[in-house]
T-cell receptor, first 113, second 119 residues
Framework: AQSVTQPDIHITVSEGASLELRCNYSYGATPYLFWYVQSPGQGLQLLLKYFSGDTLVQGIKGFEAEFKRSQSSFNLRKPSVHWSDAAEYFCAVGDFGNEKLTFGTGTRLTIIP | GAVVSQHPSRVICKSGTSVKIECRSLDFQATTMFWYRQFPKQSLMLMATSNEGSKATYEQGVEKDKFLINHASLTLSTLTVTSAHPEDSSFYIC???????????????FGPGTRLLVL
């Protein structure tokens, strides 16, 4: 069965600093990988996705993620965070066959001035 | 871009009553819709998958008689929590996936969620 691990429950970074959120997955075939962001009381917004091809994918709001098959990782990065980036971030792996998304437990991002 | 709406955004009801939550895809046809439940500070847990015109497929441990799902059209799915109890209080989120002939294939787009509080 597929699974996703987000080892960091909570991360605090200063505004303007760089950010990396970790995500490790377990899946038997080529994974479909996603990063979503959730603001308080809101649904999830898709930041970026990886299906195939270039392992470095660009998303919205200046985010990018790199798929590393050898490490089973799909870490999310941003070179300079803004206060508006404070939110909960979820990594997910999708099974195209049964169309199910399995989410990690999320990483809460706090931005300090 | 793909937009999914949910209604209501927030609902409070008395124990024993039923509550219906609507999920609509506004600018695309969703052959498949998903219903998730999210507990505070936890991840989303898939409850069921519904395909237009057919019965929903429920995840293990989800009571299908309690959480009734209807996917009557390509743009609307409803979740009815029957005889709601305080332990059903949660944040319910739907998502929609377009058919494989659509450019949004393979990606789920999420609604803003519905906060249910059962007193």
């Amino acid at each position: 069965a597929q699974s996703v691990t987000q080892p960091d429950i909570h991360i605090t970074v200063s505004e303007g600093a760089s950010l990396e959120l970790r995500c490790n997955y377990s899946y038997g075939a080529t994974p479909y990988l996603f990063w979503y962001v959730q603001s308080p009381g809101q649904g999830l917004q898709l930041l970026l996705k990886y299906f195939s091809g270039d392992t470095l994918v660009q998303g919205i709001k200046g985010f990018e993620a790199e798929f590393k098959r050898s490490q089973s990782s799909f870490n999310l990065r941003k070179p300079s965070v803004h206060w508006s980036d404070a939110a909960e971030y979820f990594c997910a792996v999708g099974d195209f066959g049964n169309e199910k998304l399995t989410f990690g437990t999320g990483t809460r991002l706090t931005i300090i001035p | 871009g793909a937009v999914v709406s949910q209604h209501p955004s927030r609902v409070i009801c008395k124990s024993g009553t039923s509550v219906k939550i609507e999920c609509r895809s506004l600018d695309f046809q969703a052959t498949t819709m998903f219903w998730y439940r999210q507990f505070p500070k936890q991840s989303l847990m898939l409850m069921a998958t519904s395909n237009e015109g057919s019965k929903a497929t429920y995840e293990q441990g989800v009571e299908k008689d309690k959480f009734l799902i209807n996917h009557a059209s390509l743009t609307l799915s409803t979740l009815t929590v029957t005889s709601a109890h305080p332990e059903d209080s949660s944040f319910y989120i739907c998502s929609a996936r377009a058919g494989i002939t659509h450019r949004f294939q393979e990606t789920q787009y999420f609604g803003p969620g519905t906060r249910l509080l059962v007193l």
